[in-house]
């Protein structure tokens, strides 16, 4: 099915769309399966977001929660809901010209005014000629633009067939038969070139796992310990600390969430309060800092529990947002364990070091250090990086291949622009870095994904990441006053 694409303006926040095809309301819902929903927010494009998530959004249109008039055709939103959608006043503003040219290129072949010589035959020939080959060049142009355009439809119904086609292999024979085929090189291999909308949710559960045994009644408990404390903190701006954790920490974390989502893809409107998804991310991160008091709420964690909640059911999200901030490498980072953390750096080095030793040594000239901009892509699991079908694409195989592949991707973009930071300073690479161009694309990062070999003489990332933990230790150990003395 034809996407539907809305885009949400950054400027002006008024929601324009382009409907290709026949629409979704005019198929119905039949072959729902297929819908793919396209975002266009900024410059930021979203794809291929989960049916789920446009029939919530649509019913945050119709209760106006986020501006209806002018997402649809007019006449057919008015066909499909009933509600009438007022035209924009027109301007009363009078014009001061009695005419109105077509184009500037054709003054050029207008009479000089009464008041003024006119022209020779010489010059209306030469005027005549500069015309035509205006003309010439904005129909050549035209005719480029038009191929482009008809280049880009080409590539997205490909892609649309190929999602499709992939939909049903993961449905029919994958998801039926996960643990015998998840590890085959077919399943891989399709596994890397994205997963469907439709089944994304399912596969990211299955793979990150749920080793801590979380089910949606435990989650029910703890939002709700976590709504009680939200309304004794509004009350009474105190509580007991039964965990060993400070009331004012406690208070810090809950405004630290209220600020936070706000902050949440501010482009897509649908996190910030009034949103359709406004409470529901509240409610995981509330839920969460209840479950994990130790490792509380950290910035960034926003991001990852707002991308699981449009890909799975509200505790589904929980479940592995709980998870996966379990993982060995999330749990470094989130409980801000310098040790671990700079083991992980070394690692990376070694690697960056193998892969763009050029980069590596301009890098070391100014002492610039992974922790300067591999900290933000890690908290955020890439999310707030890179534009939001990227990120999720980046997800996938981050499900696939674990912890590894975090910084392979790191890699990724500093092969990418490579060339670019070859020629800025410490600043300017620091500042490139923190903010990514927004016209990245997933052809050209994974094409650069995959060109990182992630081997160093003969070691794979968990043999080198095992060498460098050993190395410190033994330097742990020399540098310790008990064996000095």
């Keep these: 099915m034809p996407p ?56 945050s249109f119709n209760r106006c929660e986020i501006p209806a008039c002018g997402l649809l055709n007019q006449l057919e939103y008015e066909a499909r809901t009933g509600r009438t959608c ?11 010209f009695e005419f109105e040219p077509l184009s500037t290129t054709a003054l050029i072949l207008e009479d000089r005014p009464s008041n003024l010589p006119a022209k020779s035959v010489e010059e209306a020939l030469r005027h005549r000629q500069e015309y035509d080959e205006m003309v010439a060049e904005a129909k050549k142009r035209e005719i480029k633009d038009a191929y482009k355009r008809k280049k880009i439809m080409k590539e997205r119904f490909k892609q649309e067939e190929n999602i499709a086609s992939a939909m049903v292999i993961w449905i029919n024979e994958i998801l039926p038969n996960w643990e015998v085929m998840r590890s085959t090189r077919r399943v891989r291999e399709l596994w890397w070139q994205g997963l469907p909308p439709s089944v994304r949710g399912k596969v990211w559960s299955l793979a990150v796992g749920n080793e801590l045994n979380i089910t949606p009644e435990l989650y029910e408990i703890f939002l709700s310990r976590a709504k009680e404390r939200w309304k004794s903190f509004s009350e009474t701006n105190s509580e007991n600390d039964a965990e060993g954790v400070s009331v004012a920490d406690r208070e810090a974390s809950l405004e630290l969430i209220k600020l936070d989502i706000s902050r949440t893809f501010p482009s897509l409107y649908i996190f910030q309060k009034g949103g ?47 998870n996966l901030l379990n993982k060995p490498c999330q749990l470094a980072f989130f409980r801000v364990d310098h040790n671990m953390m700079l083991k992980y750096f070394a690692t990376f080095e070694v690697f960056f070091e193998e892969n763009l030793s050029k980069l590596f040594l301009h890098f070391k000239s100014y002492s610039l250090t992974p922790d300067i901009y591999l900290i933000d892509w890690i908290f955020t699991l890439y999310s707030k990086s890179l534009p939001l079908d990227l990120a999720c694409r980046v997800w996938d195989v981050f499900c696939r291949d674990g912890e590894e592949f975090l910084f392979r991707t790191g890699l990724g973009i500093l092969r990418l622009y490579e060339d670019i930071l070859l020629q800025m300073d410490f600043i300017h690479i620091a500042q490139f870095l923190t903010k990514l161009p927004e016209d990245i694309t997933s052809e050209k990062l994974f094409s650069c994904i995959a060109a990182i070999q992630m081997q160093n003489s003969t070691k794979k990332w968990t043999q080198v990441f095992a060498s460098v933990m050993k190395d410190i230790k033994e330097g742990d150990k020399n540098n310790s006053p008990a064996l000095k003395s």
């Design 276 to 322: 359709p998804y406004h409470d529901v991310l509240h409610s995981i991160l509330g839920a969460y800092t209840c479950y994990r008091p130790d490792v509380g709420y950290v910035q960034g964690m926003s991001f990852i529990a707002a991308v699981l909640i449009l890909n799975l059911e509200e505790a589904d999200a929980f479940i592995a947002f709980a």
């Design 86 to 96: 007022k035209p924009p006043p027109q301007s009363s503003r009078r014009k001061n």
């Design 4 to 59: 539907l694409q809305i885009c949400l303006l950054r400027k002006s926040r008024q929601p324009t769309t382009r409907i290709r095809g026949e629409t979704f309301f005019q198929k119905g819902l039949r072959n729902s399966n297929q819908l793919s929903i396209v975002l266009l927010a900024g410059n930021y494009l979203v794809k291929s977001l989960p049916e789920r998530i446009f029939r919530k959004l649509l019913k």
